[in-house]
């Protein structure tokens, strides 16, 4: 570490400013046609973003009221402001939110402290579990927390534990499904394709609607659930059909030879299962299924059309009050920055693992 | 004497075992579902069965392919809905292919600005929700765009206000429809028996048959021929501002944009990874190759890379495409009539809540089973052949 610093600065600014000169010419300057090109784009991009970058930053109102917000001629920051709360936690008690944000504080600690897979544990999951629990008694009251009916959990927290829930539920059910369609069972085979091809051919929206408008026939007379658990079946059924599909990619990227290691050894089906396929095959599906919890937290937000108040939902809802019409744009932008940044840190995050779990392999290759 | 196997040990009999077993328990479900249902069905009052079909619908449909009236049947419109998904899915995939086609090439592009400008595209579309772009562009429409007299007017003709997008259109005339009908029956029927023929004709003769271009031809002189028998009508519309609203020209309400948009540029991002994934699945080698056979950029793109690349992308593709397919069901959201729409509104009406579900569930099996079978098909043919 030392060292680097007795370097001489002025020794390294020369090649630095050569090296970019160097990767300019061979990156926008190759040939007369790329250079007319990079010029024609650089003009193209100062012309878009220099007035979106205007509007959004240096003429926006940052703080005051919708008349301020009218006077000026930038973006209304001020009404993100104004509702801020509301839009990440929905309709949750004003004077309890410090529940929902502690748990999302904690939720992110966690996910943060889990994402290197050098710490993936037994005590790790035993920390989720706790979690959970703790998540739960926080959100819906209890221990001398005053109770809070799921109706009023909404924003951030509400669109986290749709998603979240639905995809580590559906995990078991995925592996299910996916060892039922490669079973030589014909019927059970035949259930498995039929319910994964069926909900795989379908919308998610029919689901939705299938949960809010005939799940209350399906069940015994008087028996009643609620609309959140209802959405969440709902979701949970959608994804376990994915990540069956998922899980099957996994299974088909074992050898053959491994079954057969199997059977030589004297295992059964079960032991198999649980011993030798799939601890390799859930973990060349860890980041796909990465990529299948994104696609559901972005479908999460089809839960407006049953009024849930997710994310998105709070951000439309918040855009009616009357007193700051008109400002659906700067509303828009901020629900799909949170969105854009948890999407996007995930996907990051899938293909970093994609790349280190493909490393191990390639090196065990190379020892063998 | 052969040694008796118990009969938990036979793997045959154990297999029949836990399919008794799996049987019961989906068939007693299926039956417990069945019965809760048919109670609450009684005690509601619903009758159940398609026959809410002839009622009359009594709501009126914004926009509609086909001529429909509120006095018409539920089962009419629910015709015009079927129409009105198939008329913003087949749109959008045919924009979205083209769009995710284009952009995957260019995010390879050894220029650093053309391949970020494409990566960034697609980053940040694919990262947000598809239901919030939607009401982003409705927004968009409803909010911001000036009213129908100031108009903006982008390229000579065109005109986008709050009431939509107007567009220079020939005028209405029957034979426009058999003109599209003739496109439909070329590309479905005449380009598919064009193929076998070619494909005949070498394997049997060994004569190299130019079928691309006899496929051309079809495709352009076809219609052109429907078009001369109809009366050849050629007159041309530009809309024009006439008091509070545009006069000629084709209007795209905005609910239609904005959910054609919004449908092509989300499938678009996914189908430009999907292309990109493909062109660089493509051996390094092949480059190389027709370099040194001297093939120029664009040549070797088009008749070395992208034909081998095509199998890999082919399967992920047609799931995008019926990605889009579903997703255009998101129109309930935005007020764009499709045929969730449609039935949404008849079961909020009428309470059929099963069979509205089951038939907003059976047109999207069929598109997916249509869709993946003709891709299926494609892909069968251009599956490599080895020694």
């Known amino acids: 570490m030392v060292y680097k610093f007795t370097k001489n600065p002025e020794k390294r600014t020369l090649p630095r400013m050569e090296a970019m000169a160097k990767w300019m010419k061979k990156n926008l300057f190759s040939t007369k046609g790329n250079t007319v090109l990079s010029l024609f784009l650089i003009a193209g991009l100062i012309k878009i973003f220099t007035p979106i970058f205007t509007w959004l930053f240096i003429d926006a109102t940052w703080i005051g009221d919708a008349a301020a917000c009218r006077e000026g001629s930038g973006a209304c920051l001020a009404f993100i402001n104004e509702k801020f709360t509301y839009i990440i936690f929905g309709p949750y008690p004003r004077e309890e939110i ?4 502690l748990t999302m504080v904690l939720m992110f600690a966690l996910l943060w402290w889990s994402k290197e897979p050098s710490r993936w544990s037994k005590k790790l999951v035993k920390w989720w579990a706790g979690f959970v629990v703790l998540g739960w008694i926080l959100m819906s ?11 009023s959990w909404g924003g951030l927290p509400l669109t986290l534990v749709l998603s979240f829930v639905g995809i580590f539920i559906s995990y078991p059910f995925g592996i299910a499904l996916a060892l039922g369609r490669r079973s030589q069972m014909p019927f059970i085979k035949s259930m498995c394709v039929i319910y994964i091809e069926l909900i795989r051919g379908v919308p998610m929206i029919s689901l939705l609607f299938m949960s809010s408008v005939m799940f209350p026939l399906f069940l015994p007379e008087g028996v009643s ?3 959140l658990l209802r959405a969440q079946v709902a979701i949970i059924m959608f994804i376990s ?4 599909e998922v899980v099957r990619g996994g299974l088909a990227a074992i050898p053959k030879g491994q079954y057969e290691a199997a059977d030589a050894l004297g295992l059964n089906y079960f032991q198999t299962m649980r011993f030798i396929i799939l601890p390799q095959a859930l973990k060349i599906v860890i980041p796909p299924s990465v990529n299948t919890a994104i696609g559901m937290l972005k479908d999460t937000s089809l839960v407006i059309i049953i009024a849930l108040f997710d994310l998105l939902s709070t951000t439309k809802a918040s855009l009616k009050d009357p007193e700051w019409l008109g400002f659906s744009v700067e509303g828009y932008l901020f629900a799909a920055f949170i969105y854009f940044i948890l999407c996007f840190s995930m996907g990051k995050y899938a293909r970093r693992l994609e790349v280190e779990f493909h490393r191990g392999h390639k090196n065990r290759e190379v020892n063998i | 004497m052969e040694e008796r196997t118990p009969f ?5 009999k154990r297999s029949l075992v836990y399919q008794g077993l799996t049987l019961a328990i989906v068939g007693g479900m299926g039956y417990y579902l069945f019965k809760n249902t048919q109670a609450n069905l009684t005690k509601q009052n619903i009758a159940s069965g398609f026959g809410f079909l002839s009622q009359e619908a009594g709501f009126d449909i914004s926009e509609s392919v086909i001529e429909y009236f509120s006095d018409e049947t539920y089962g009419k419109a629910l015709k015009v809905g079927f129409l009105n998904t198939l008329k913003v899915s087949v749109v959008g995939n045919v924009f979205a292919v083209l769009l995710g086609g284009i952009v995957g090439i260019l995010s390879i592009s050894s220029n650093w600005l053309v391949s970020r400008i494409s990566r960034g595209y697609v980053e940040m579309v694919r990262n947000v929700p598809l239901l919030l772009q939607l009401f982003f562009w409705y927004t968009l429409f409803s909010e911001i765009f000036p009213s129908v007299r100031q108009a903006y007017n982008p390229i000579a003709g065109v005109f986008v206000s709050n009431r939509g997008v107007v567009i220079p259109a020939f005028e209405s005339h029957p034979v426009w429809t058999w003109v599209l009908l003739t496109i439909l029956g070329t590309v479905v029927v005449i380009v598919p028996l064009i193929f076998s023929w070619g494909k005949k004709q070498k394997e049997e003769f060994g004569i190299e048959r130019p079928t691309e271009w006899i496929m051309a031809a079809a495709l352009i002189f076809l219609p052109i021929i429907v078009w001369m028998i109809g009366g050849m009508p050629s007159k ?15 209007t795209l309400s905005p609910e239609y944009i904005s959910l054609l948009l919004g449908l092509v540029l989300y499938t678009g991002a996914f189908i430009a990874e999907i292309v990109r994934a493909g062109i660089l699945s493509v051996n390094k080698g092949q480059w190389e190759a027709s370099e040194a056979l001297g093939l120029s950029g664009w040549r070797t793109l088009t008749l070395v890379i992208i ?3 095509l199998r890999v992308i082919i399967p992920p593709l047609t799931s995008q495409l019926l990605n889009l397919t579903k997703n255009s069901s998101l129109a309930v959201a935005i007020a764009y009539p499709d045929f969730v729409s449609v039935a949404n509104t008849s079961l909020n009406q009428t309470g059929q809540a099963i069979e509205m579900v089951g038939l907003i569930m059976l047109v999207y099996l069929t598109f997916s089973l249509t869709t993946s079978f003709a891709m299926n098909w494609y892909n069968k043919k251009i599956k490599l052949t080895e020694r």
Do not use: C, H
């Open chain 1, 141 to 151: 009251g209890g221990l001398g927390l005053a109770p809070v009916k799921s109706t």
């Open chain 1, 241 to 244: 059909a994915y990540m069956a």
């Open chain 2, 307 to 309: 034909p081998q690349a």
């Open chain 2, 236 to 250: 041309f519309e530009i809309p024009s501002l006439q008091g509070f609203n545009f006069k000629g020209g084709f």
């Open chain 1, 98 to 101: 410090w529940r929902p944000a």
């Open chain 1, 225 to 227: 659930i609620d609309k």
């Open chain 2, 8 to 12: 938990w040990q036979d793997p045959k």
